[in-house]
């Protein structure tokens, strides 16, 4: 578990991180999202005693990172995957790693082969793609085999078969019951691998919650239907308290759920040609909730709205 609590840094009149509380639990991947200049480097630089708090603390499994005896075997990280010597190869940097942490080197191996590395393994790592540089960086961050993990746009660059592979190995990760930690700025790819988020703003806290409770706390649930007899169908849907908008032919109905109105639908003899549930995106969610605590918002900066839109279904 990483524990946070009152987190504080200040740069002289810049205050990075401002009395910031969460946890990040075990058997979850906990994405960690924020608009640019959050202060998510911040916050994970003093997870990992990168940088001293101005107040506050925060620990990894019950204790400050620079109280363990050896880190690596608490918490692994991934915070620049070219952070690696160039002309050494994966499996020197990796047991020198190993060595400097007193882990065996037999991990080294295991570690290799794990990422899907084993055969470039003597290959030199400044040669790396960026989906293998990533490999031996998360193999680094394994090395110790901690029970937190934390990683910093780990998909940064990747093409979609590289995403994929994270994506599942991060929930692998999870379900061996790691404390996984993970930021990102590609919002939908982190709705498909974080099931609970911290959300922060100008250093605060916005929202910690699991990921479906934050999309539909800032979205609204509205469900798509379309029909041919929408005329008769729109006052006996009103009447039932819902709302409904957009034009014949198909709309967006809020305020009564999918099984409500297609029970409405059959008692008046309605037939319906689509009845959808809609969801809110993350992306959505984030904007609506973040709205306020972007430090460089610009004048054309056009905030998605928070309700489901109606797409292609003008008739
Ligand atoms: N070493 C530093 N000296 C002075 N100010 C700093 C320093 N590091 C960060 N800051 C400031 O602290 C704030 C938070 O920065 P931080 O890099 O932690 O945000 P972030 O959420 O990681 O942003 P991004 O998503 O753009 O990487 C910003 O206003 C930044 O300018």
């Not at 915070?79 to 190993?98: G, K, T």
């Not at 029970?147 to 078969?161: C, H, K, R, S, T």
């Not at 169908?233 to 819902?242: K, N, Q, S």
């Not at 689509?274 to 973040?290: D, H, K, R, V, Y």
Request: a negative charge; one cysteine or more; aromatic letters at 6%.
């Amino acid at each position: 578990m990483i524990e946070a609590r009152g987190l504080t840094k200040r740069y002289g009149e810049t205050t990075a991180v401002d009395d910031l509380s969460f946890a990040a639990e075990p058997g979850v991947v906990t994405g960690f999202l924020g608009p640019n200049g959050a202060g998510k480097s911040t916050t994970m630089r003093m997870i990992l005693g990168l940088d001293r708090p101005t107040s506050g603390s925060v620990t990894v499994s019950g204790k400050r990172y620079h109280e363990l005896r050896h880190p690596l075997r608490t918490v692994g990280a991934l915070i620049d995957a070219r952070w690696v010597h160039p002309n050494r190869s994966a499996r020197s940097h990796l047991r020198w790693m190993a060595k400097s942490n007193d882990i065996p080197q037999r991990r080294v191996d295991e570690v290799l082969e794990t990422v899907g590395l084993t055969s470039v393994a003597n290959k030199k790592a400044g040669g790396f793609s960026l989906g293998m540089s990533q490999r031996l960086g998360i193999a680094g961050a394994l090395l110790g085999d901690p029970e937190i993990l934390m990683f910093d746009e780990p998909v940064n660059g990747l093409d979609p078969e590289g995403i994929l592979w994270i994506r599942r190995f991060m929930h692998r990760l999870a379900d061996e019951g790691r404390t996984v930690f993970v930021s990102s700025h590609l919002l939908s790819e982190m709705a498909l691998t974080a099931q609970d988020l911290v959300v922060i703003g100008k250093g605060e806290l916005i929202a910690q919650c699991s990921t479906a409770d934050f999309v539909s706390r800032a979205t609204e649930d509205a469900v798509k239907v379309r029909s041919p007899q929408l005329a008769e169908f729109r006052p006996v849907l009103a009447d039932a308290g819902a709302s409904v908008r957009g034009e014949d032919g198909a709309v967006l109905v809020s305020g009564l759920d999918s099984d409500a109105i297609g029970d409405l639908a059959a008692r008046h003899q309605v037939v319906l040609h689509e009845l959808s549930p809609q969801q809110g995106s993350l992306e959505q969610a984030f904007m609506q909730i973040t709205g306020d605590s972007v430090e460089y918002a610009s004048d054309f900066d056009d905030r998605a709205p928070a309700t489901t839109e109606l797409a292609g279904t003008a008739s």
